[in-house]
């Protein structure tokens, strides 16, 4: 599996008046399988996950996949690196469903057959066929965080990270995508509150308070998160 790491990072946003701590000294070395992140409403997971792609570079410290630094080498970086957000829409880019998955194949130098080959796999694993020519705006929230995952995985990342991936979805689609991470080659990061997401990960870290509080078991870490806020 590729590795993660993060060295003293620390990050502030501007906010009026001042400054607010997101992320506080944080250093950590990833190199499992599957990784949990798990914590309080506004502990900082969103910013550690959007971290590892290159969509926040941490004010102090360094981020770095397999030797690449994210503030100097993003691009090469989310080659490697796929991000599904939490809020689909911020991710559907094409009109219909089928194009908005051959999107991410646009630089990978593939025959048209190949691209139309590799959309209907995704299309078909993701449950999403039957809805290739509609207009991905017009799908319900649950089939839009699928779509969101098939348009990342087709590109075939080394590395997913997902930011809260089951919020909207019903119990059918939720084992969808817990099935789907569980069969997944690529090192998987994954952000939730839904905490049995996380029963057979590899390891799940726990923030609290722009800090990375408990780094264990996923039933070790969910104890500590508990500890932490209840
Ligand atoms: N672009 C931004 N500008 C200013 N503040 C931000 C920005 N992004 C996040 N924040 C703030 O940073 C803090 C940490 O946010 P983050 O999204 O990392 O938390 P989180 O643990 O993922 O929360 P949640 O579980 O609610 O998604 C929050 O207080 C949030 O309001």
Redesign the pocket.
């Known amino acids: 599996m590729p590795l993660i790491e993060f060295d003293s990072v620390s990050h502030a946003?501007?906010?009026s008046g001042g400054e607010?701590t997101?992320l506080s000294d944080v250093s950590v070395s990833l190199t499992e399988h599957r990784i949990g992140v798990i914590?309080?409403?506004?502990?900082?997971?969103?910013?550690?996950?959007r971290m590892v792609n290159a969509l926040v570079v941490p004010r102090a410290g360094k981020v770095r996949v397999d030797g690449l630094d994210t503030g100097r080498e993003a691009r090469a970086i989310r080659r490697r690196v796929g991000f599904c957000f939490?809020d689909p829409d911020a991710q559907i880019v094409m009109p219909t469903v089928a194009e908005d998955v051959a999107f991410g194949l646009r630089r990978h130098r593939l025959t048209k057959q190949e691209v139309a080959a590799r959309v209907d796999a995704a299309l078909e694993a993701y449950g999403l066929q039957e809805h290739r020519d509609h207009p991905a705006h017009l799908l319900s929230g649950g089939q839009k965080q699928l779509l969101a995952l098939a348009s990342v995985l087709v590109t075939d990342p080394d590395v997913v990270v997902m930011?809260?991936p089951t919020t909207l979805l019903d119990l059918v689609n939720a084992r969808r995508v817990r099935d789907v991470v569980a069969s997944l080659r690529q090192q998987v990061i994954l952000?939730t509150?839904h905490l049995d997401l996380l029963d057979d990960f590899d390891r799940v870290l726990v923030?609290h308070d722009?800090r990375l509080r408990f780094d264990g078991s996923p039933h070790e870490a969910v104890a500590a998160y508990q500890r932490l806020v209840l």
């Open positions: 946003y501007a906010v607010r997101v914590g309080a409403n506004g502990s900082g997971k969103s910013t550690f996950a939490t930011d809260e952000v509150h923030f722009a």
